[in-house]
């Protein structure tokens, strides 16, 4: 009885739980302490966190997708079955962390939870929904923290206003790249340039914080007190190698962000290079660095040539810093002339193909850009990129469906370089992929 009660918060019509997308949670039954340790995006993959999508995207309507940072709405159903064949690659390959069976762990403390309560609903005019998050159980607590909390409509005010939730859903959260990236042995914790995504950052933070599986040191702007207007997301970060973070600026990350990063490096007087790519504002798809350049290789990367490698007003900056200080900082051709220069030489390969740019837009808007390496030379991306595939295929990349993977009729371990393709009609209209899709926490170091 006391369970319905709680549940009854608002009308349940409205809260429409997706019992398909949820995700056990089972915090006996977590692995021995993990040591966060990235140094670089193509070593193979030791474990990463991932957050399946669930009833917070079916929250949204065409009202709300755009205050969501969506051009559209997902069908869930379609999205859930794509993206099964992208978590199931995943769990054959290496250890997954769920990011609800992370935070429900942590929630059953009590000092935490009620720290993490009071962080999460500072500014929140609805008086009433600290008692009714107080009064939740962990695993309860944390689908509504992703999912939303409908608006309780017993007053006039709230009665009258257009808002359903008092709480809103977390739309765009199993894209777990963007709020917070490990680089090394420390976690930066991502300082979002859109407030509907704050919360997405804290609960990383206390993850990281106050889980002692995955407890490592985070770095985050606003604990530092740095300067108001600091934006960083981990999309636009690539960790090239262990002295080298390429670093996207646009509508996303900012200058100011990038000076932070340089100031924590400062810190720890060791040889850092950070390659910025400046970014276009339009049109959406190039949010992030992750969107127009990917490593797949030790020797390879995939570009969207006409930002990438063509001339244009977009510059690219090289910051060498060493022994506490920045040493360098100047203007370069692009990225690859950069890494060249630092001795990592790359051929590039093209989002599209070679055949037409029509193609390469075309592509790059649906994340053809946008892998992730499970290991060198074993990516995952999305099957309907076809010139992108055929692209990769010329450049000795078998193309194993994800399905021949999940049956068993195929592995990854069976190739020297291949590209495991997941279908991608739904998820793509999210504005992200694979790469979008996973937080590394550890990798093999490179030899």
């Known amino acids: 009885m006391r369970l319905r009660k709680k549940l009854n918060y608002a009308d349940a019509e409205n809260l429409k739980i997706c019992l398909s997308a949820i995700i056990p949670i089972n915090i006996y039954n977590m692995q021995p302490s993990l040591t966060i340790d990235v140094t670089s995006e193509i070593g193979e993959l030791n474990a990463v966190i991932l957050h399946s999508p669930g009833a917070e995207v079916e929250n949204m309507t065409p009202e709300s997708a755009q205050r969501a940072l969506y051009s559209d709405i997902l069908n869930l159903n379609v999205a859930l079955r794509e993206y099964s064949q992208f978590y199931g690659v995943l769990k054959k390959v290496t250890q997954t962390f769920q990011v609800s069976a992370l935070l429900a762990e942590i929630l059953h403390n009590e000092q935490y939870r009620k720290a993490f309560i009071g962080k999460m609903i500072e500014g929140n005019p609805h008086p009433d929904l600290t008692d009714f998050l107080n009064s939740l159980m962990p695993d309860q607590l944390t689908r509504f923290v992703i999912e939303g909390v409908p608006m309780k409509k017993n007053m006039l005010t709230s009665f009258l206003s257009k808002e359903r939730y008092s709480l809103p859903p977390l739309h765009n959260f199993f894209y777990t790249r963007d709020s917070a990236i490990a680089v090394k042995d420390s976690v930066f914790i991502s300082c979002m340039a859109n407030n ?19 407890k490592a040191p985070t770095l985050n702007p606003i604990r530092f007190n740095y300067e108001s207007g600091a934006n960083i997301e981990g999309g636009d970060l690539i960790v090239a190698r262990h002295d080298i973070l390429l670093a996207g600026m646009g509508v996303r990350t900012n200058s100011k962000g990038i000076d932070f990063l340089i100031e924590r490096f400062k810190e720890k007087k060791q040889t850092q290079h950070i390659i910025v790519q400046e970014l276009p504002a339009k049109p959406e798809s190039f949010i992030h660095l992750d969107m127009v350049f990917t490593l797949l290789n030790q020797d390879e990367c995939m570009v969207y040539e006409p930002l990438i490698l063509a001339p244009s007003s977009y510059s690219t900056v090289h910051i060498h810093i060493e022994n506490g200080e920045v040493k360098k900082i100047r203007y370069v051709e692009n990225i690859l002339s950069a890494l060249k220069h630092l001795g990592m030489n790359l051929k590039p390969l093209i989002c599209g193909g070679r055949k037409d740019a029509v193609f390469q837009d075309r592509e790059q808007w649906h994340s053809g850009a946008n892998f992730f390496a499970i290991a060198p030379g074993k990516v995952l991306g999305y099957e309907r990129n076809l010139y992108t595939m055929e692209e990769l ?55």
């Open 196 to 214: 509907v995504r704050e919360r997405e950052s804290l609960i990383m933070e206390s993850i990281f914080n106050f889980n002692p599986h995955i």
């Open 393 to 447: 295929n010329n450049n000795g990349y078998e193309v194993i469906k994800a399905l021949d993977v999940l049956e068993n009729k195929d592995h990854p371990k069976n190739h020297n370089k291949c590209v495991i393709t997941i279908e991608g009609s739904e998820l793509p209209r999210g504005g992200g992929g694979t790469r979008c899709m996973t937080m590394p926490i550890s990798r093999k170091n490179l030899d």
